[in-house]
């Protein structure tokens, strides 16, 4: 049962400002994972503060703890154009706040958005507080209470701020791990690995969490299973390539697994792809998190032959059948863009269980997307979409949730576009491709 604001205290959130698209969205999964209500009074992609309803501390504490995008939460105690505006607003409002920090260790600190302060101004600005009569002690490592004042200035060149929050410090997020999982330290990575800050928000999108199970059907060096295995999520991993799993030298998906002492999260690699599949079609995955291919560097390729006759032929080498030989690559044909959309999303119907979340990035050309080309299915509700844009092209984290719907009607998505006949070519099974190769020049669609 929600609350009423009335019943909910305010608190301030610092977020760091990129990905901004993608802010809210995590917040509102984590919202959902722990249980946390949380109401938006004032959020903007523009700025790094938003103003959000909390139930108390405790609560805004556990909600942003394991947030990649959040700096800091901070319970607000008065906000206001200038110093002046603010000090009233503190002395009018908090007053009842004041004795719960006596005779308590604390600290001050002056946090700036687009904007310096130097060393003598940040003290002018914290012994103008000298009326709150703090009589604990001033410890400035570990505190048991850090007020902070958090100005935001308009632009770089600026000299007065816009807006300034007061607020005592709640928590913090989880941004130190972008640096503990960056790619740079990993031992195995490969060209399209996923970079760790992005892996661990799509992670905390499909709110993997101690003992449920994640898998990614296009696994590559495993930068997702890896941002799942952190979170305490019991991974799977696919790819069509066995190469990519495997690695050479000692490295492998397995490798970055023992880099990080996370083996014990990992149940295991193996190759298929999605159209060919040994995991037996039952409920039982709660999270599918993936970056499915372009089809840019070459043309997308399932499992299987061109000509469907040669694959009843078993082929020898050297008196052993050439499937179970070490060095053995399967034989692939060509697969279009748009089915590969379609079966991502049946995939994730026939196998998630209901809340279970499907998080795939989707790249798109910025001049023809429309929300049209986000695809859909009748048991998958959609949660977000979150972009990144690059410079003619953009890549979309788009979320869904399974529905309790438990029966398994065919896609609902058009099929145009999926001929996979070997006369196709690669620019005709994927027009994202084409339209890359082309430059984004204006005029057709972008999936």
């Known amino acids: ?147 902070t004042v958090l100005e935001e200035f308009p632009e770089k060149a600026a000299t007065t701020p816009t807006r300034i929050f007061f607020g005592r410090r709640v928590g913090g997020g989880s941004r130190g791990l972008v640096e503990k999982y960056d790619l740079k ?41 890896v941002s799942c295995a952190h979170f305490g999520g019991m991974c799977l991993g696919s790819d069509i390539d066995g190469r990519q799993i495997r690695g050479k030298q000692g490295r492998g998906v397995l490798s970055n697994f023992q880099q990080y002492g996370l083996v014990g999260s990992y149940l295991d690699g193996f190759v298929s792809d999605l159209t060919n599949t040994p995991i037996r079609r039952t409920a039982f995955i709660d999270a599918i998190v993936c970056d499915p291919p372009y089809g840019v560097r070459e043309g997308l390729k399932v499992l299987g032959s061109r000509d469907p006759e040669k694959l009843k032929q078993p082929v020898i080498r050297d008196g052993v059948l050439r499937h179970l030989q070490d060095d053995y690559v399967p034989p692939k044909r060509p697969y279009s863009f748009l089915a590969m959309l379609d079966d991502i999303l049946q995939f994730a119907a026939d196998h998630l269980v209901p809340g279970g979340r499907l998080c795939f990035w989707m790249p798109t050309a910025n001049e023809d997307f429309s929300q049209l080309d986000i695809p859909t299915h009748p048991q998958l509700e959609l ?65």
Request: glycine letters at 6%.
């Open 1 to 147: 049962m929600s609350q009423e604001p009335s019943q909910l205290r305010e608190y301030l959130i610092y977020f760091a400002q990129i990905h901004e698209t993608f802010r809210k969205a995590e917040l509102d999964s984590l919202s959902q994972l722990t249980g946390v209500e949380i109401q938006w009074k004032e959020y903007s992609d523009d700025s790094p503060f938003a103003i959000v309803h909390l139930p108390n501390n405790t609560s805004a504490k556990a909600l942003v703890e394991r947030s990649i995008l959040t700096k800091g939460i901070y319970e607000l105690w008065s906000t206001g154009p200038d110093y002046d505006h603010l000090h009233a607003a503190t002395k009018s409002q908090t007053r009842h706040l004041w004795p719960s920090c006596m005779s308590r260790s604390f600290k001050f600190e002056v946090e700036c958005y687009n904007g310096k302060r130097k060393q003598s101004v940040q003290r002018e600005i914290i012994e103008g507080f000298a009326y709150l009569g703090l009589d604990g002690a001033i410890k400035m490592r570990d505190p048991d209470t850090t007020f």
């Open 185 to 225: 330290k990993r031992h195995y990575i490969g060209t399209t690995s996923m970079d760790a800050e992005l892996a661990l928000v799509t992670v905390n999108m499909a709110l993997v969490a101690p003992g449920k199970i994640a898998f990614d059907p296009f696994v590559g060096t495993g930068s997702f299973v």
């Open 383 to 447: 949660v977000s979409v979150c972009v990144q844009e690059f410079n003619k092209w953009s890549r979309r984290l788009i979320t869904y949730t399974r529905t309790q719907n438990t029966t398994h009607p065919l896609p609902t998505r058009e099929r145009e576009g999926r001929n996979d006949s070997k006369k196709a070519t690669a620019d005709e099974l994927n027009s994202f491709r084409k339209k890359y190769f082309e430059g984004f020049r204006s005029g057709g669609a972008a999936v």
